[in-house]
């Protein structure tokens, strides 16, 4: 079960159709058209929901649709639009695009949100095409369809302060020390297997701490799932790098947790760290002791000796973290940050032509189809706005410059029909 990563499908409701109607009452032989507009599709918005902390949810539901705008009516009554869908998603959570993995929106702050498929318009009733020269048009649109889309979730937890180190140093005992966290904790490697967050409160403040699984060697290049770990420490600001002071060789851990890091992201290797040399309860950690302290202070590291397990020193370490963080200026990201889903660089007016073996047309292009889709092909006067919509968008000439000659066969969209100049 991924509680950090989900793929989920939206769909946006499609557009109503626009009706052909024309007013009938008694002692009014010529009634005009009063065909109403459908109404909008729901929007599918992505909303941060603060008392989230992970994407499970979406273990369970992957498939989400906004409602259908209605059909419009006779009178000239349009039709009522369809309601949006909000989608809660945690703080701390990315969103791509599936197809193309381009970034859609950093979503980090309570009651952001963005929108990630756009409804439907509404047809247009005929009663919105009469004028002088046609004052009883039998043409009117259907309802442009939602917009379907697959998007990857990506989340990185919002946390203060991280907890780095080998496996089994200690990182999960610490924090079901400092906070409220419930971690699993057991004497083998590889305990925690998810990361875990936990909040610890100091003077009546929320400080947001997580305990990262442990690193090994080649974790920047995604050895284990080094890549799925390291990014939950992207976002925190200082680290507190938990050292096992009965490890075989200490000072080695802790060159490899920090090249790691590095390797990963130049800009963790840079974050502020206090190390925490832990099992202090232990022999051979107060064998170590002085050894490894004065090597560490002679690379500029402030190291606190610690037992998570006796409690030793562990608030000191919080406090000297909580001290850190405060002095530090305020962060400015230069990653990239939310941006708008429809301005992603996409031409809605492109379109491509092909021919295939057989000889036959296809027109490929999001607005074309969208217009394929939204045309009465019951009614000639529909049929024929089609063909202008063909010319003013340039893709009748690019189709005779293909060759094509009457009696052709072009497929557009799900529509197909024969060529006639």
Do not use: C
Not at 178 to 184: E, R, T, W
Not at 213 to 220: D, M, Q, S, V, Y
Not at 353 to 376: L, P
């Amino acid at each position: 079960m991924s509680y950090d990563e989900a793929t989920i499908t939206v769909k946006s409701g499609n557009g109503g159709n626009g009706i052909i109607a024309f007013r009938r009452e008694k002692y009014i032989p010529r009634g005009g058209p009063n065909g109403g507009d459908g109404g909008k599709g729901g929007d599918v918005y992505l909303v941060v929901k603060p008392t989230l902390n992970t994407l499970v949810v979406f273990n369970q539901k992957r498939s989400f649709q906004a409602q259908h705008g209605e059909h419009g009516g006779q009178s000239d009554r349009t039709g009522h639009g369809g309601d949006d869908l909000l989608i809660d998603v945690p703080p701390g959570t990315i969103v791509r695009d599936a197809e193309t993995g381009a970034l859609i929106a950093d979503l980090v702050e309570p009651g952001q949100q963005v929108m990630v498929a756009k409804g439907g318009r509404g047809g247009r009733g005929n009663a919105r095409y009469a004028t002088s020269t046609n004052q009883a048009p039998r043409y009117a649109e259907k309802g442009e369809p939602g917009e379907e889309r697959r998007l990857q979730l990506e989340l990185k937890l919002l946390a203060d302060i991280g907890l780095v180190g080998a496996p089994n140093a200690g990182k999960s005992t610490l924090l079901s020390v400092l906070s409220n966290a419930k971690p699993k904790i057991a004497d083998y490697p590889f305990t925690t297997l998810e990361p875990n967050l936990g909040v610890a409160m100091v003077d009546h403040r929320d400080i947001v701490l997580a305990d990262i699984p442990g690193l090994i060697e080649g974790a920047h290049a995604g050895v284990g799932l080094g890549h799925d770990f390291l990014r939950h420490i992207q976002r925190t600001r200082v680290l507190i790098h938990v050292l096992d002071g009965s490890a075989e060789d200490p000072l080695a851990d802790f060159h490899q947790i920090n090249t790691e890091l590095a390797l990963f992201d130049e800009r963790l290797g840079e974050k502020p760290q206090i190390v925490a040399f832990n099992k202090m309860d232990l022999p051979d950690a107060q064998t170590r002791w002085l050894e490894i302290r004065a090597a560490l202070e002679a690379l500029d590291y402030e190291v606190i000796d610690i037992s998570a397990a006796t409690h030793l020193n562990t608030r000191t370490v919080l406090l000297r973290a909580m001290q850190i963080l405060d002095e530090l200026p305020e962060e400015v990201s230069d990653e990239e940050t939310e941006k708008p889903v429809y301005q992603l660089g996409e031409d809605p007016f492109a379109f491509e032509v092909a021919r295939d073996r057989n000889g036959e047309f296809r027109v490929t292009g999001k607005r074309i189809e969208r217009a394929v889709a939204m045309t009465y092909w019951d009614y000639d006067q529909a049929v024929a706005r089609f063909q202008r919509i063909l010319e003013s968008m340039g893709i009748a000439k690019a189709l005779r410059n293909a060759g094509i000659h009457n009696g052709d066969t072009v497929h557009i969209g799900d529509m197909e029909f024969e060529w006639e100049d």
